[in-house]
């Protein structure tokens, strides 16, 4: 691929480094910022930079946030007393998105994969603790992804947090709604049988 | 979605723009950024810039180019008599990845789509027919993609070339190689079959 320039080929590099971005679609991205205005490009590569310069994680769940607290920890009508636990931001995006959850969350930044180096200290499980410690908690509702690593920090986690007297729930694995049951994948529908409920 | 922060949000719809990238990836890319090093984002941002600053197209054959002219317009091994037309770029590193061509090429920058309003006029059409009357050419090689669009413009290039006395070829259409014959759609089937040759 060595007909690209070298800035471009330098830009397909940078580019490819993205998740799920590979050298072809980064290729096409390229192009794509290539053909685009002056005004365009600086405006993404601004954008960049600005969100390095001003965004961080939040001090007390480490939701991302502009400041020291996040928009949810600032906002004084959550419930206090709930913690819903997830893996990622975009997780809590997910979960915010239904409108149900009233607590505040903690993002662990990860998942407990051995396998990839990631234990227990890697993860902001040392300051979940400490929080739960401080504030008065009654509830944690782990929403880590249903897979192998989000199932071992469930369990981790379930572990640490019911010593101190706090109920630990974790959110229900079943068929997903509007689903087709012919579909469903093995592994699903037997959570989904498990988790039965009495109608 | 107004969990993020607005700087967050501003690099998300930024992200956005770009091809194949929706929401859901604009932020699962924006989310990497904010996790990179300072470095890193700085790296991705400066090197948007530069593309922009350095990079153009070539002026004989509307590659990209740094300078006047592209790599393969400045070799004076390449044969100037044969022209192989593609619709981007991109299509030319994957003629040039043959090592098979020799010739130069010409980009067009996108396909005749009357439902888009992409005329003759414009892509670099009129830019290579005057390229034809100037140089010495004796073949123009057509490899625009095997879509409605990549058909009508290779139609119209002929239909505009011929008059001009030089010969104008489309890439063969058919079979992929390391292809299944059993999966193969019946629209290449058939165009496989109408390209048949004597063995």
């Known amino acids: 691929m ?9 830009l397909i590099d940078k580019l490819a480094t993205l998740p ?8 096409r991205l390229a192009l794509h910022i290539l053909r685009s205005s002056q ?29 020291d607290q996040c928009v949810i920890c600032r906002n004084s009508q959550r419930d206090r007393s709930v913690l819903c ?21 903690h993002v662990l930044h990860g998942a407990i994969a051995p396998l990839d180096g990631v234990g227990p200290q890697e993860l902001k499980i040392a300051e979940l603790l400490e ?47 509007g689903g087709d049951i012919e579909y469903v994948d093995s592994r699903t529908m037997s959570r989904s049988l498990e988790g039965r409920k009495e109608v």
């Open 85 to 105: 636990v997830v893996e990622d931001p975009n997780d809590l995006i997910s979960v915010e998105a239904t409108g149900v959850f009233k607590g505040l969350y």
């Open 20 to 27: 799920g971005v590979g050298k072809k679609t980064a290729a």
């Open 39 to 67: 005004d365009e490009a600086q405006a993404l590569a601004r954008s960049i930079l600005r969100v390095k310069e001003r965004v961080g994680l939040c001090q007390i769940c480490f939701n991302i946030a502009e400041g």
């Open 131 to 177: 929080r739960l410690e401080r504030d008065k908690v009654v509830e944690v509702i782990i929403a880590t992804n249903p897979t192998v690593e989000g199932d071992a920090t469930a369990l981790y986690l379930a572990k640490v947090i019911k010593p101190l007297g706090i109920m630990v729930t974790r959110i229900a694995q079943g068929v997903p709604a």
């Open 2 to 10: 060595s007909t690209y320039t070298p800035t471009v080929e330098d």
